[in-house]
């Protein structure tokens, strides 16, 4: 196939579908509950937080932070495949028309995020830093001006070092456009005007360095199977997805909490589903990132029933994907070889959720201590986290 283009059209079409099939688990009922709860409480607290906001926060500051955050991270999206790196030789002069296409694919796909980070960050800066209209539009141009750059940069860099040290480059962009994106909100223009400059000399310096190179097919397609492979360890959380498996570690530092599980046979399924949480990579770190957001919102959060509404949500969703994975296994144990009760798992993968969960709840409490807010509410807290955790394991059909 010569055309170049018939091959990416091809592989979107494919790329989509196989979105979609697994983005509809991601996004079911439950989930949209979840994140109807952290959205609202995130909102609730923000337009809480700015009716007192100092006069001297520093909004440009943070504001330039975060966008410089969001753009510094774009990578490309070339859907290519492993064989790429034989086939597409004899067409390499023709590669451009398929890059075209896949730095457009990468820039529409991923300012999405930009464009929300800096529509959450409005608020702010019209209240706090006293913004008008025409320069919220002004602002938003430049927004989709700097991805396109940071996306183009990060693309040449890639093509002339192979990817090698790309958080060096990272980190220059960042500097760059936190420095741009500041002095331009204080109106120092002739300052953003240099810096400007400079951006545009890395640009083409690297654009030139590219063209001295031989495309880096292999590095290419790292970065595409490495990007789907995060994706479907995502889905995973929520579906089967039969070509992904968790990695495994031993984790020697938590075998202590073996012996909470008694010897006996009763006793089998407990700990086979308890070594299964601590030395799977994508349960364990599941269960850990959601409790850390549930303390880090708890620390955080200065309102008790947003508190309350956050941490509930958050326990909703660690045990609901949690007990989906642990009983979605399809994989062939030893204890399949027994004749044990068929209900013996879903036992105990319920038991381990509320020794989990009961853990999670202590952290909350922990949260609730550290921010020294003691009222009623506030304590309520981790209460109603391992509540929901409870509530959870009793009503979810599986």
Same mark, same amino acid.
């Given at each position: 196939m010569n055309n170049l283009r018939d091959v990416w059209n091809k592989r979107f079409v494919f790329y989509i579908n196989e979105l979609q099939k697994y983005l509809k688990y991601i996004f079911s009922g439950h989930i949209a509950i979840v994140l109807v709860f952290v959205i609202g409480a995130a909102g609730y607290a923000y337009s809480e937080w700015l009716k007192t906001a100092p006069t001297n926060f520093p909004a440009f500051l943070l504001v330039a932070f975060i966008l410089s955050l969001v753009f510094m991270i774009s990578p490309p999206v070339t859907l290519m495949k492993q064989a790429d790196s034989v086939y597409f030789l004899p067409l390499e002069t023709k590669l451009n028309d398929y890059l075209k296409l896949a730095l457009r694919w990468t820039y529409f796909s991923s300012v999405f995020i930009a464009i929300a980070s800096? %529509? &959450?960050?409005?608020? #702010?800066l019209t209240?706090? +830093? +006293?913004?008008?209209?025409?320069? *919220?539009? *002004? @602002?938003?141009? /430049? *927004?989709?001006?700097i991805k396109s750059w940071s996306m183009l940069v990060e693309f040449n860099y890639r093509c002339a070092s192979n990817g090698?040290? *790309?958080?060096?480059?990272?980190?220059?962009?960042? #500097? /760059?456009?936190?420095? =741009?994106l500041y002095f331009i909100l204080n109106a120092n223009f002739i300052v953003a005007l240099g810096i400007v400059i400079i951006c545009v000399i890395y640009l083409v310096a690297w654009q030139k360095k590219k063209k001295e190179m031989s495309f880096p097919f292999d590095h290419f397609i790292e970065v595409e199977q490495s990007r789907m492979m995060r994706f479907y360890r995502? =889905?995973?959380?929520?579906?089967?997805?039969?070509? %992904?498996? +968790?990695?495994?570690?031993?984790?020697?530092w938590l075998n202590s909490f073996y012996k909470i599980v008694p010897n006996g046979q009763k006793n089998a399924q407990l700990y086979l589903v308890m070594r299964t949480l601590i030395r799977t990579d994508d349960y364990f770190y599941l269960w850990v990132r959601l409790t850390f957001l549930s303390v880090l919102g708890t620390v955080f959060i200065p309102f008790? %029933?947003?508190?309350? &509404?956050?941490?509930?949500? @958050?326990?909703? =969703?660690?045990?609901?994907? @949690?007990?989906h994975a642990l009983l979605s296994g399809h994989e062939f144990r030893m204890d399949l070889l027994f004749p044990i009760n068929p209900d013996a798992r879903k036992a105990a993968v319920n038991k381990l959720l509320r020794m989990i969960q009961l853990v999670q709840a202590i952290f909350v409490l922990l949260g609730v201590l550290i921010q020294g807010n003691y009222? /009623? /509410?506030? #304590? #309520?807290?981790?209460?109603?986290?391992?509540?929901?955790?409870?509530l959870t394991v009793r009503m979810s059909k599986k």
């Open positions: 800096f %529509i &959450v960050s409005i608020p #702010l209240k706090v +830093g +006293g913004v008008s209209k025409n320069e *919220v539009f *002004v @602002l938003f141009i /430049l *927004v989709l001006i090698k040290y *790309v958080w060096v480059d990272r980190f220059v962009r960042f #500097l /760059l456009m936190f420095s =741009a995502f =889905a995973n959380y929520f579906t089967d997805v039969p070509h %992904i498996r +968790g990695k495994i570690k031993r984790r020697k008790p %029933i947003v508190a309350i &509404v956050f941490s509930s949500a @958050l326990a909703f =969703a660690t045990v609901i994907q @949690l007990k009222s /009623l /509410l506030m #304590l #309520l807290v981790p209460i109603a986290v391992y509540v929901i955790s409870e």
